[in-house]
């Protein structure tokens, strides 16, 4: 466990490094304190810590196997009857307990803390739309968009407002309008525009079509904000909605059932994956013996068996995706991961009783 701690620090750390800086330019580029960087941070630590932990279970585990190995410890426990399954047991027990902590993070923690990082995402890209209310100065709020205001009286109207869109390559859409209104909504801020004249130039001709509106609606919204697309709604979702609220969920962001199943029971496979990474880490190197240059081949092969294991864990999920019928199969991985440690123990095994070493 000391071990474990201390690879799981290492590689939360590296991994926070690199998203706290692209998270640290954003937010103070969009004019926020350190507070919120702190607590943006805070309340993303849970998937990082959860995506790092079999990595360093893994680790801690082929470690340790690695140092008995070198010391010779295991050779003096094989000499004294223990067995392959006795050896493991303790690894056994330290997987599961990571285990336990995955199932913490990953049913209860993880959707908790992501929930509660997308409401405050929300609030901050709300009041974002502050960047807005300067007066006479040409701003930039997203690539390809300029935005001007002459004045901002005290009841909150925009006077002589200037809008010019050229995100769009194909032609280039310039707003006027006397006044501005600035509000919020349930799918985010629009910029509400009074008796006003939109200029809409195309490319291709270089032609210009221009329309006089009493009122117009422009959506801010996406050069505020990012948005979040429907799987990480899904992924925010608690463990008990997917439960007893599957159809309902699967409804409400137009998924399939098989979405559903997927997310639950991939939730529940990254308990197993943890014990799973201990015992291969453990019976990899135990299967190797004892060696003068180390058991390093071996720690790749190990390495190697989780890497495949990942793999069918992806190549599984987008069938259950398709048809929820099958979502047995989100626990081959675990499965094959078990019959993989269970056979290198029962060779090891074997190996015991042909030199006389009881087991």
């Known amino acids: 466990m000391m071990l474990f701690g201390f690879f799981a620090l290492v590689l939360v750390s590296v991994y926070w490094v690199n998203r706290?800086?692209?998270?640290?330019?954003?937010?103070?580029?969009?004019?926020?304190?350190?507070?919120t960087f702190f607590e943006f941070t805070i309340l993303s630590l849970p998937a990082v810590i959860k995506l790092i932990l079999p990595i360093a279970t893994f680790a801690a585990a082929t470690y340790v196997t690695n140092r008995l190995s070198t010391?010779?410890?295991?050779?003096?426990?094989?000499?004294?009857?223990?067995?392959?399954?006795?050896?493991?047991?303790?690894?056994?027990?330290?997987?599961?307990?990571?285990?336990?902590?995955?199932?913490?993070?990953?049913?209860?923690?993880?959707?908790?803390?992501?929930?509660?990082?997308?409401?405050?995402?929300?609030?901050?890209?709300e009041n974002a739309t502050a960047r807005l209310l300067t007066e006479g100065t040409f701003l930039e709020p997203s690539p390809g968009v300029v935005f001007y205001i002459?004045?901002?009286?005290?009841?909150?109207?925009?006077?002589?407002?200037?809008?010019?869109?050229?995100s769009n390559p194909d032609q280039t859409v310039t707003y006027?309008?006397?006044?501005?209104?600035?509000?919020?909504?349930?799918?985010?801020p629009k910029l509400i525009m009074v008796d006003g004249l939109a200029q809409v130039v195309q490319a291709s001709d270089n032609r210009l079509f221009t329309t006089n509106f009493a009122d117009f609606t422009y959506d801010i919204s996406g050069f505020l904000s990012q948005g979040s697309n429907r799987?990480?709604?899904?992924?925010?979702?608690?463990?008990?909605?997917?439960?007893?609220?599957?159809?309902?969920?699967?409804?409400?962001?137009?998924?399939?059932?098989?979405?559903?199943?997927?997310e639950l029971h991939?939730?529940?496979?990254q308990i197993f994956m943890c014990a799973i990474a201990a015992m291969v880490g453990f019976a990899t190197l135990l299967l190797g013996g004892y060696s003068r240059f180390g058991v390093w081949q071996n720690i790749v092969y190990a390495f190697m068996i989780l890497i495949l294991?990942?793999?069918?864990?992806?190549?599984?999920?987008?069938?259950?995706?398709?048809?929820?019928?099958?979502?047995?199969?989100?626990?081959?991985?675990?499965?094959?991961?078990?019959?993989?440690?269970?056979g290198m123990l029962f060779s090891k095994t074997r190996t015991f009783r042909r030199r006389g070493v009881p087991a």
């Open 176 to 188: 006027t309008a006397t006044e501005a209104y600035l509000i919020k909504s349930e799918n985010g």
């Open 266 to 269: 991939g939730r529940i496979t």
């Open 309 to 342: 294991l990942e793999g069918i864990r992806n190549g599984v999920t987008d069938p259950v995706r398709k048809d929820e019928g099958i979502w047995p199969l989100m626990y081959l991985p675990p499965a094959i991961g078990t019959a993989v440690v269970v």
């Open 71 to 125: 010391e010779s410890e295991l050779v003096v426990m094989q000499s004294t009857g223990f067995s392959p399954w006795r050896l493991g047991r303790p690894f056994l027990i330290f997987g599961l307990l990571v285990g336990a902590m995955m199932a913490a993070l990953s049913l209860f923690l993880v959707p908790l803390s992501s929930t509660q990082l997308d409401q405050r995402e929300r609030e901050v890209a």
């Open 150 to 166: 002459r004045e901002i009286d005290s009841s909150g109207v925009l006077s002589d407002v200037f809008l010019a869109d050229h």
């Open 20 to 35: 706290a800086v692209i998270l640290f330019d954003r937010l103070i580029a969009d004019g926020q304190p350190i507070s």
């Open 231 to 262: 799987r990480k709604t899904l992924e925010r979702a608690s463990t008990m909605e997917l439960l007893t609220e599957g159809e309902e969920l699967a409804a409400l962001l137009n998924l399939p059932n098989g979405w559903i199943k997927a």
